[in-house]
């Protein structure tokens, strides 16, 4: 996966240093991908491996008094890395947008959704009220939400953890982003909303055409979704392949120790014979 | 005699609208039997809001429920004089999920573990050392940890501190409630191999709970399908669960993730082999 032109994100040579007082400390070091249109790239790495501040970089969301970072990371061929914070605030959730691990720490519990939901729309586009509400109707019910009329004058404790999760994304792809970054989007969700979920995702790259970074540490999210894989450790990235490569023949101790060590439902002898 | 009876448990929580005025009844439990015998391993899975933790705070002795018997070693754990509940607590112990609000912040990881012996042993000060050494180094910590605090640890190594604390007493039966589902995979298989081999090496029992149905099948020896608050179904080996046909079982099996691409669902392109 050489990084080029027809990349909608790109990444080259990222580094993330954190400044204290003993000096700086290396988060990550040499990152370097790209995503093309309409693809999912996955990220694969244990705990503290720097997946997240990755994706933090690419947002911009470090604090510059004590991060410095390095590298660069273009959008559609414009640079991100330095820019105002002004800039980015325009960029961040229309170009790029980030759905988080808990949904319910995402949206504040003192407005309803759809109040959060329009003010998003309104904040990037012309739109006034009335025409949010209504697209924000419109995506909704794309996305196969029941009731968005209902839904919008929930507030976020109503909801469960796999309903706001979904509303997340609705709410992310409302605006039709060229890049989706998804960190850990299902892991705090049972197997049914997971699965729903997915779907969606899915559904939203192929309408959209957006393009995917999928943060993940579960190798069956990585296995249904991923067109490409990178696996980081300790701040750097050890292997990039694609799905199939990767799970056919990993390169890497430690993606070997990834699929290794995961649970499976089915012996070695007679492998998938249920999902044949 | 089993270990642990459940029998007929009934639980309902009541609930009032403020100026509605009408009682709302909300089942939660809808008579549940089943045994857990001594040395095995029930995996009980569901979807969330199954009624699976519930469950579990009813066998723990926690919340009461209005019909039915939980025996524990033939004993009713509601119904026990104090010195019978005083023991049946040393022998049945829990590990939650979230390992950090598990364990009291400004406690090192020394008295997190001592807590239950100075409850129940009456040890001196170095023999007491000496347990807690004894439990770190089996959970797959060191000494040195011994003065760290909760904050210190990463959440697998406070995890492994949550199950030190469960077994310091030698219990019977823990109920493991998500125990592993906030980790990563690697740690997450590196926990479940240790709880296997203490499952061997004190004849533990346990309730493993949990949604994750790859994570209860390479622990429990028999597996338990709670839906909606009832026991849908009760296997004694994967195959069965695999070919089972009730509908809450076939949804939870459909929600099972491919374990290699080529076998995904959820997408499908051309370019996939």
């Known amino acids: 996966m050489e990084a080029n032109d027809r990349d909608i994100l790109n990444v080259k040579d990222l580094h993330v240093q954190v400044k204290t007082d003993e000096g700086s400390s290396t988060l990550v070091q040499d990152i370097n991908f790209g995503i093309k249109k309409g693809k999912i790239l996955g990220l694969v790495g244990e705990s503290g491996s720097g997946k997240t501040v990755t994706s933090m970089s690419i947002l911009q969301l470090h604090d510059k008094k004590y991060m410095d970072i390095r590298g660069s990371i273009t959008l559609q061929g414009r640079e991100l890395n330095g820019l105002e914070n002004k800039e980015m605030r325009k960029i961040r959730g229309k170009d790029i947008a980030f759905i988080m691990q808990n949904p319910m720490n995402a949206f504040t519990p003192v407005f309803t959704i759809g109040h959060q939901f329009i003010e998003t729309i309104k904040s990037h586009t012309l739109l006034n009220k009335k025409q949010a509400k209504e697209l924000a109707i419109d995506v909704m019910e794309s996305v196969n939400l029941p009731d968005p009329y209902k839904l919008l004058k929930k507030y976020p404790f109503q909801l469960s953890g796999g309903m706001l999760q979904r509303v997340m994304i609705a709410m992310a792809a409302c605006l039709q982003p060229s890049v989706m970054i998804a960190d850990e989007p299902t892991t705090a969700l049972d197997l049914h909303s997971q699965l729903l979920v997915l779907r969606l995702l899915d559904k939203i790259r192929s309408e959209y055409g957006t393009s995917i970074l999928l943060i993940s540490h579960d190798l069956g999210v990585i296995s249904e979704m991923a067109d490409d894989v990178i696996v980081m450790q300790h701040g750097r990235i050890v292997e990039t392949a694609n799905v199939l490569e990767l799970f056919d023949n990993p390169q890497h101790e430690y993606t070997k120790k990834l699929l290794r060590t995961r649970p499976t439902l089915y012996s070695q002898e007679q492998p998938y014979t249920y999902m044949l | ?273």
């Open chain 2, 1 to 273: 005699m089993s270990l642990l009876q459940v029998k007929q448990v009934n639980l309902s929580f009541h609930s009032r609208k403020l100026f509605k005025g009408k009682d709302q009844t909300n089942k939660v439990l809808n008579d549940i039997s089943f045994a857990i015998d001594e040395g095995t391993c029930l995996g009980l899975i569901g979807t969330s809001g199954a009624g699976k933790s519930t469950l579990g705070k009813v066998i723990l002795g926690i919340q009461r429920p209005q019909q039915g018997q939980v025996l524990f070693q033939g004993y009713d754990i509601y119904n026990a004089d104090k010195a019978t509940q005083h023991k049946i607590r040393r022998d049945l112990q829990v590990v939650f999920q979230d390992s950090y609000s598990a364990v009291n912040p400004r406690m090192t990881a020394e008295r997190i573990i001592s807590e239950p012996l100075e409850n129940y042993e009456k040890l001196t000060i170095g023999e007491q050392r000496r347990r807690v050494i004894e439990l770190l180094e089996r959970v797959g910590l060191n000494e040195k940890d011994i003065k760290k605090y909760p904050h210190q640890f990463s959440g697998g190594q406070l995890q492994r501190i949550n199950i030190a604390r469960a077994i310091a007493l030698k219990p019977k039966l823990i109920v493991l409630d998500e125990s592993v589902s906030s980790l990563d995979m690697v740690t997450q298989s590196l926990i479940l191999q240790l709880l296997n081999e203490l499952k061997d090496d004190f004849g533990l029992s346990y309730l493993f709970i949990t949604h994750d149905i790859k994570a209860a099948f390479s622990i429990s020896d028999h597996i338990a399908v709670l839906e909606k608050g009832e026991l849908v179904e009760h296997y004694h080996s994967k195959d069965q669960f695999l070919s089972s046909k009730h509908p809450a079982v076939k949804r939870l099996r459909d929600s099972i993730l491919a374990e290699h691409p080529r076998f995904r669902t959820i997408t499908t392109r051309a370019n996939m082999g």
